[in-house]
């Protein structure tokens, strides 16, 4: 009976001890599993914190990042010259619309010389109208130069039209307003662009700097140059339209698709003024208006280069 009783009290603690034995080494598993596990994740965000950290000292290259276009092909903006048909290019566009799946938005008229606040609130305004929308939209608005780049945006595709200054100046006066270099030539007295700077080409596009505002200006004529060779990819000529409305079909199809096909059949036949003006004066506001039949000269050659190998609209 003693020996019955001694086998099963060893039994018993030999059970016991298993157990136990069982429990620590379940324990010490599991924390040496959890030590693991904390390791792998400790080295596991030191990995990641290196890396971002790598991120932060090295500032990828902009040939790395890939270079966002510059210009946006579905978003057009003309800011028409007065006198020098961007109405016609304006009624163009309304009626190209519908076959070309965009709409056109005239913008509220204001000034042409916008602060930086309000060149903002504009781009701001013109991009909720993008988002709105949609869809590819042409705006118009008589302006100066804007470049969208400057406040973070893409720039539309801009195009406009300008024609021979003294036809722009004697348009003026035949729509009734006055012209004070005119009537200062016609005294005979020393005479200057003045403040008709403000109507002629070179300010809308040489921009909103107000060194873009002084008559005659080397600076605001390299400047307007240059904005057109980066901003529109054409800029077309009112004494030849055949040529500019090629040089849009070509270089603007989004928007400008059959526009010659437009023109034959429907807008041809628009009568257009014949102004006249003595040589005697002329000469003098060629004179006068030095740079701006500079700038009028280098568009009709660029223009003539875009359309020299194009069929011919007749």
């Not at 950290?53 to 003309?78: C, E, H, P, W």
């Not at 056109?104 to 060149?119: C, E, F, N, P």
């Not at 973070?152 to 300008?162: G, L």
């Not at 003024?273 to 740079?291: A, G, H, W």
């Amino acid at each position: 009976m003693n020996m019955y009783f001694k086998v099963r009290c060893v039994l018993y603690y030999s059970c016991l001890l298993t157990i136990v034995a069982f429990i620590f080494v379940l324990n010490n598993t599991n924390e040496l599993e959890q030590f693991e596990i904390e390791t792998v994740t400790t080295f596991k965000y030191a990995s990641e914190y290196r890396t971002l950290a790598n991120q932060r000292l090295v500032t990828r290259s902009m040939a790395d990042l890939g270079q966002m276009d510059r210009i946006n092909k579905y978003f057009l903006f003309l800011n028409h010259v007065p006198n020098c048909g961007g109405e016609f290019l304006i009624m163009l566009l309304q009626q190209l619309g519908g076959l070309n799946n965009y709409r056109h938005v005239r913008l509220k008229r204001g000034a042409q010389i916008l602060t930086t606040y309000d060149q903002n609130e504009l781009i701001t305004s013109i991009y909720r109208k993008l988002r709105d929308e949609a869809i590819p939209l042409s705006f118009d608005r008589s302006i100066y130069f804007i470049n969208f780049t400057h406040y973070d945006k893409q720039s539309p595709t801009y195009v406009n039209i300008i024609r021979d200054p003294i036809e722009k100046l004697s348009s003026r006066t035949y729509f009734g307003k006055e012209s004070e270099l005119l009537k200062c030539i016609q005294m005979r007295t020393k005479c200057s662009i003045g403040d008709e700077i403000y109507d002629f080409n070179i300010p809308y596009f040489c921009g909103q700097h107000p060194k873009c505002r002084i008559g005659n200006s080397g600076w605001a004529l390299e400047m307007a140059k240059k904005n057109v060779e980066k901003f529109y990819p054409v800029v077309g000529i009112l004494e030849d339209l055949n040529s500019t409305l090629i040089a849009l079909e070509e270089h603007v199809p989004y928007f400008f698709k059959g526009v010659r096909q437009l023109y034959e059949k429907k807008l041809s036949g628009i009568p257009r003024i014949n102004l006249q003006m003595d040589f005697s004066t002329q000469n003098i506001l060629k004179r006068i208006l030095k740079t701006e039949y500079e700038f009028y000269e280098w568009i009709k050659a660029r223009l003539k280069r875009q359309t020299q190998y194009a069929g011919n609209l007749y």
